[in-house]
């Protein structure tokens, strides 16, 4: 397990649709990609239904 919070918040701006989809897909799949969540939808803090 890691820190709750690693290092210093991070913002960028998304100027592009396509880059705002590439973000979005980002955050949706992390949960699953680490393992934490078979599928978007059973991860309990997403908003993804």
């Known amino acids: ?12 701006l998304i100027e592009k ?4 989809l590439e973000v979005a897909c980002y955050i949706v799949l992390n949960p699953v990609r680490a393992k934490l969540a078979e599928s978007p939808e059973e ?6 239904r």
Do not use: E, P, T, V
């Open 17 to 20: 649709d396509s880059h705002l």
């Open 43 to 48: 991860w309990k803090w997403s908003s993804f």
């Open 1 to 12: 397990m890691g820190h709750l919070f690693q290092g210093r918040y991070k913002a960028i």
